[in-house]
Structure formats: C-alpha cells, structure tokens
Antibody
Framework: QAQLVESGGGVVQPGGSRRLSCAAS????????MHWLRQAPGQGPEWLGT????????YYADSIRGRSLISRDNAKNAFYLSLSSLTINDTAIYFC????????????WGQGTLLTVSS | DIQLTQSPSSLSASIGDRVTITCRAG??????LAWYQQRSAQAPGRLIY???SLQNGVPSRFSGSGAGTEFTLTITTLQSEDFATYYC?????????FGGGTRVEV
C-alpha cells in the first residue's frame, strides 16, 4: 500500500531553520515527482514546490524561494524540505505528496507534520 | 500566478441533497484541474483528476465537469461522510494553485 510519512516538525524560534523529511513506501518512488505543500491553521492548502524523479527539475513557490531547498535521496526513498529564516507565517502542517510528473496534480498525500514557529 | 475562485465558500446541505461547487480559473487551464476532499484533521484526498476523471475508489456520486476556465464538482445524493471541505487545484503551470475551498456542512 502506497504511503508517505512526514517527520521533522516541531517548535522552532523565528529566524531558525528546519529540515522536514518524507519517507515513501509501497510504490516505485524513483519514477515519481514529489511535492511539498503546507496548510496554515484555518487556511487552505498552499503548494510549495516540486522535484522531478531524477532531481534535476525543481520549482519553488515565491513564499519559500531563496530560503529553501527541496531534495531527494532515491536510494533511501526519501524526500526533504529544508527551510531557513523561519517566521510565524511559516507555522503550518507540512505535507509531502507525489505525482507522475512535476506538472501533474498530486494523487497521494502524507498525513503531514506540524511546524510551529514561535518564540 | 493562475487564480482559482471557488464558490460558494460554504454551504448547508442535508443527506440526500445534490451539491454543486464551482471553480473558476483566471485563465484557460484546459483540463488541468483536480478536486480534493479534506475531512477534519485529515490530509486531502483526490476525488477527480483531469477535470472529469474519477479517482479509483471514489464513489460514483462524485463527478467533475468543465474545461477552460469553468469547472464544477457535483455530489449527487449527499452522504454523511461527504460533510467536508473541498478544494480545486490547477496544475497547468507553476506555481500550482488551489481554490479557497468550499465547506459542506449540515
């Protein structure tokens, strides 16, 4: 059964950094594009970025461009989001998700990990 | 960025009702639109892809229609488990963007 499990959330001070991880299982991870999305409390989802299956094509949303890195390790079936210069506006549940191509819609989401930016 | 405008933002319905949700795109996106359902405290799940194709395992009371700039999600014969929030997503171009959501409540 295909599954995505995020980890790495927690409480971080403003200005800090965090790396979120996503563990994939039950499907052929190495041929799938992967995405990060987030959902702030009481808000709708926000797409953050995507990485192609081989890791050579990456797209970032303006909200995280320049202070983030999306990466993957196909040998470990793992996907990552590193975020820096965090502000309270980054407080959200962070989801990883898969698609067929970077331009495709996502067909499977993880359950998310909560990142809280607070002093 | 392509803006998606969903309407209504919320609606009250009863079990057995027919429900229609609209999503309008700020420019032509062909059929590069998906619909997601999000129940409380859960991750979203895909219902419809390619504007009209039903995700495997999703009940046939859900259907999608439209192309270009105007899209509709219809739920015929609303069931108790359908009380949730629904979002449209365009993936025509980056950044992918979501509609503001429609909360279906009793």
């Amino acid at each position: 059964q295909a599954q995505l499990v995020e980890s790495g959330g927690g409480v971080v001070q403003p200005g800090g950094s965090r790396r979120l991880s996503c563990a994939a299982s039950g499907f052929e991870f190495t041929v799938r594009a992967m995405h990060w999305l987030r959902q702030a409390p009481g808000q709708g989802p926000e797409w953050l970025g995507t990485l192609s299956y081989h890791g050579r094509w990456v797209y970032y949303a303006d909200s995280i461009r320049g202070r983030s890195l999306i990466s993957r390790d196909n040998a470990k079936n793992a996907f990552y989001l590193s975020l820096s210069s965090l502000t309270i506006n980054d407080t959200a549940i962070y989801f990883c998700a898969r698609s067929h191509y970077p331009s495709s819609d996502v067909d499977l989401w993880g359950q998310g990990t909560l990142l809280t930016v607070s002093s | 960025d392509i803006q998606l405008t969903q309407s209504p933002s919320s609606l009250s319905a009863s079990i057995g009702d027919r429900v229609t949700i609209t999503c309008r795109a700020g420019q032509d996106i062909g059929t590069d639109l998906a619909w997601y359902q999000q129940r409380s405290a859960q991750a979203p799940g895909r219902l419809i892809y390619g504007a009209t194709s039903l995700q495997n395992g999703v009940p046939s009371r859900f259907s999608g229609s439209g192309a270009g700039t105007e899209f509709t999600l219809t739920i015929t014969t609303l069931q108790s488990e359908d009380f949730a929030t629904y979002y449209c997503l365009q993936h025509r171009q980056h950044p992918h963007t979501f509609g503001g959501g429609t909360r279906v409540e009793v």
